[in-house]
């Protein structure tokens, strides 16, 4: 440390207030350019969740220009998907998005079940709605959490992972999986659920809407994290629909879409749940990271409901389908697409007979979600884009795919 | 699956109330348009000349009943057997909500729209909707990078998942795997 820094050469009445200071950049940075510096952030970066690298041209503090590159974990899950039969491809899905495996397969079987006119028994496609609500709730939990260790908050974070620890050992009891399952399979689920993992069950819901208002408490009540997430990187309506932004990006622009209620897919059409969109009424403004946090930990409510009311409308019966052994979808085309955490998952399938796919295309909600902050994240200061790449909650594995 | 009618429904060949709207109001703006189309069971589309892909677009998004404001997915599959690469674009509206009768439908719940152009593989020139949907800019870039379809008039159309100097695009179906890229084996010696 020098005994020349800043800290100990100015006597504190001479120190400027810390908000002078701020806005005085912000001043330099409109008015006076000064040179402009070109700044790599990540690819192996806390900040960025994973892979991403983002080249930001700067002016002081100020983000003048940005181009994300992605590609880091392209693991060419469209050419396998050409290259083994269907029920082959449906475990790589779950490598897509890693957080929310039971989702992606959820959305794959429906899209292959679509193709090949397969109809599944009803008890599977409650157990599948089941799983899927506390895959979001995981996944919810997990960028709730991260979101505060990116604005410097640790607590909540460790925390969090109290609950999803129960969470993820649900679906392992289940699947045999902690992260990846492959439970979800064309035709239905691999195995029924238990007395004693629905009693689990029951104990981790409870234990969710125990801690929930917890975390709540702890971040979006919070002054300092209200200050690095009100306001900052407001993605608006009409900016989220052309960018094809999705999710809780979308509804936090206040378009109040949700797949599971406008274009019901699976059995979400006898479930009666919410869907939190636009202004949280507590901090912010429309389309900010704050509302974005506020419809995740909304949302993780809502999926309790959606489960809740799936154990009890559930009825008993065969859990998978009678497939032939060889699966030969007729040719056609299927365009499937589920609400994911992070968005509107969608499958696309060319199938010419065979038992492989001709085409198979995956749209991942996060591809579409952080392409946007090449337009939003200009102006805004180097510390508020961590929070704006934080608040679109990506998974790069399936940014990449 | 509940949703999915069994093939040889009645239903199957109702023709779906989004793509018909689209199609025709296709053919009363821009007659010449329109390719081919197919309006019924579980994909429904309608296949437009390249040279009339950008006013088709602008059309569908600014006609007031089918707002399609969002470009969901651009894909490009190729069709060997006929020489031909096809760029297959899925739109859908955040502006419109689909009213409950269009949600009980079979087999096709979902109201997207389909538009699809083809062109040869020798020139696979597709003008881009960049400008009309934001959103289609990395789905053109990635499109380009695994099919090779050639999307014109657009900014830097570069590569996006793989490296620059990845040798053609693994997506087309006559692509073969390289042995090695920059000395490193793709292929490892006891095979796939």
């Known amino acids: ?401 | 699956m509940a949703k999915t009618s069994p093939a040889g429904d009645a239903s199957t060949n109702e023709a779906d109330p989004i793509t018909k709207a689209a199609l025709d109001l296709i053919q009363r703006e821009l007659p010449d348009a329109v390719v081919a189309s197919e309006s019924g069971g579980k994909h429904p589309w309608i296949r437009v000349k390249p040279e009339s892909l950008r006013a088709v677009a602008r059309l569908v998004r600014d006609d007031e009943g089918l707002a399609m404001d969002c470009c969901h997915l651009v894909s490009g599959v190729d069709w060997q057997a006929d020489d031909e690469l096809e760029a297959v674009y899925h739109l859908c509206s955040y502006a419109k909500k689909p009213d409950a009768e269009y949600r009980k439908r079979t087999p096709k719940n979902d109201p997207w729209l389909c538009i699809k152009v083809r062109v040869p593989r020798g020139a696979p020139d597709v003008p881009t909707v960049m400008d009309i949907w934001t959103g289609a800019d990395w789905h053109e870039r990635e499109t380009f990078d695994l099919v090779g379809i050639r999307f014109t008039g657009r900014k830097e159309l570069r590569r996006i998942l793989l490296p620059e100097d990845w040798p053609g695009h693994p997506l087309r179906k006559d692509w073969v795997t390289p042995a090695t890229y920059h000395g490193v084996p793709i292929v490892p010696p006891e095979g796939l």
């Open chain 1, 1 to 401: 440390m020098s005994t020349n820094g800043r800290s100990t050469a100015l006597t504190p009445s001479e120190a400027e207030p810390a908000h002078e200071l701020h806005e005085r950049q912000l001043l330099v940075g409109r008015d006076l350019r000064t040179e402009e510096m070109v700044l790599n952030i990540g690819p192996q970066h806390p900040a960025t969740h994973g892979v991403l690298r983002v080249v930001i041209k700067t002016d002081g503090e100020i983000v003048r220009a940005l181009q994300p590159h992605v590609g880091n974990l392209h693991r060419c899950a469209e050419k396998i998907g050409e290259s083994v039969p269907y029920y082959q491809w449906v475990p790589y899905v779950d490598r897509m998005d890693y957080l929310a495996a039971m989702c992606n397969e959820h959305v794959a079987c429906m899209a292959i079940e679509q193709l090949g006119d397969i109809q599944i028994p009803e008890r599977a496609e409650y157990i599948r709605v089941i799983v899927a609500e506390v895959q979001r709730i995981l996944s919810h939990l997990m960028a709730i959490g991260v979101y505060g260790l990116d604005l410097g908050a640790f607590t909540p974070f460790l925390h969090q992972f109290r609950e999803r620890e129960r969470g993820m050992d649900l679906l392992d009891h289940i699947s045999g999986g902690r992260l990846l399952y492959h439970y979800v399979r064309i035709g239905g689920v691999k195995r029924d659920l238990s007395r004693d993992w629905l009693d689990e069950l029951d104990a981790f819901l409870a234990a969710v809407e125990k801690r929930l208002p917890e975390y709540n408490l702890l971040l979006m009540e919070n002054r300092i994290f209200q200050e690095r997430t009100c306001g900052i990187g407001v993605i608006d309506r009409d900016t989220a629909v052309r960018w094809g932004v999705t999710g809780p990006g979308l509804r936090a622009a206040g378009v109040d879409w949700d797949l599971r209620r406008d274009a019901p897919y699976s059995v979400y059409d006898r479930f009666d749940f919410d869907v939190p969109h636009g202004e949280s009424g507590i901090a912010g403004v429309l389309g900010d990271c704050f509302q974005r946090h506020w419809i995740r930990a909304k949302e993780v409510e809502q999926s309790v409901r959606i489960v809740r009311q799936a154990l009890a409308q559930m009825p008993e019966g065969p859990v998978m389908a009678n497939l032939p052994k060889s699966f030969r979808p007729a040719a056609g085309e299927v365009y499937v697409r589920g609400e994911n955490p992070r968005g509107e998952l969608a499958c696309y399938f060319v199938s010419e007979g065979k038992d492989t796919a001709y085409r198979c295309r995956c749209r991942g909600p996060s591809y579409s979600n952080i392409a946007v902050i090449t337009e939003v994240a200009e102006g805004v200061l180097i510390a508020d884009l961590v929070a704006l790449i934080g608040s679109m909650d990506i998974v790069l594995g399936e940014v990449d795919r």
